[in-house]
T-cell receptor, first 117, second 114 residues
Framework: DGGITQSPKYLFRKEGQNVTLSCEQN?????MYWYRQDPGQGLRLIYY???????QKGDIAEGYSVSREKKESFPLTVTSAQKNPTAFYLC????????????????FGPGTRLTVL | AQSVSQHNHHVILSEAASLELGCNYS??????LFWYVQYPGQHLQLLLK??????LVKGIKGFEAEFIKSKFSFNLRKPSVQWSDTAEYFC????????????FGTGTLLAVQP
């Protein structure tokens, strides 16, 4: 089955620790995205990547970092600099890039719920 | 900057009632519009999208949405809801550029009572 997997499903972190959230897709998609979902605020874009070895900051990138060493993988690190990291994190991907494919939908993973203790 | 507004934060309906969820966006150029749904414990999934052509778009599970350019709106409708429609609904707009970024509304939590 093609799709997006995220792990772990639940993650607990102590204050001051960095944690890395995994996102893997086998859809052969070029573009990948990380969103943060908070109650009453919808989804907000953290980082996105158009292609391997390239990524761009989204609207709320402070305190987060990413890498894109492989097409299939786009891990997100939540650093100790993120002031309020407790949230639900969603990874997404889309098949192509560019103005000609702006109508392509994004496919979402099941999410990781991060709680800071 | 683009933004998306969903004015209904919580909606409670009885089964068989009609549904309309509001969505307004702020962007003057060509837009692509989406409605996503998040059922309890499930992935966020696409309900329907508008890219071009007929402004009345039909999606899965009997949902439809109408793009009204003059009103910057893309309201979601369903003539008769079911208990299984209980979910959170998100309106989103493409940012209009080559990045294919989505701007999401804050979501509407729909509870359908049997």
């Amino acid at each position: 089955d093609g799709g997006i997997t995220q792990s772990p499903k639940y993650l607990f972190r102590k204050e001051g620790q960095n944690v890395t959230l995994s996102c893997e897709q086998n859809l052969n998609h070029d573009a990948m995205y990380w969103y943060r979902q908070d109650p009453g605020q919808g989804l907000r874009l953290i980082y996105y990547s158009q292609i391997v070895n390239d990524f761009q900051k989204g609207d709320i990138a402070e305190g987060y970092s990413v890498s894109r060493e492989k097409k299939e993988s786009f891990p997100l690190t939540v650093t100790s600099a993120q002031k309020n990291p407790t949230a639900f994190y969603l990874c997404a991907s889309t098949g192509a890039w560019g103005a000609a494919t702006r109508g392509n939908e994004q496919f979402f993973g099941p999410g990781t719920r991060l709680t800071v203790l | 900057a683009q933004s998306v507004s969903q004015h209904n934060h919580h909606v409670i309906l009885s089964e068989a009632a009609s549904l309309e969820l509001g969505c307004n966006y702020s962007y003057g150029g060509t837009v692509n519009l989406f409605w996503y749904v998040q059922y309890p414990g499930q992935h966020l999934q696409l309900l329907l999208k508008y890219f071009s052509g007929d402004p009345l778009v039909k999606g899965i599970k009997g949902f439809e949405a109408e793009f009204i350019k003059s009103k910057f709106s893309f309201n979601l409708r369903k003539p008769s809801v079911q208990w299984s429609d209980t979910a959170e609904y998100f309106c989103a707009v493409n940012d209009g550029g080559a990045t294919n970024k989505l701007i999401f509304g804050t979501g509407t939590l729909l509870a359908v009572q049997p």
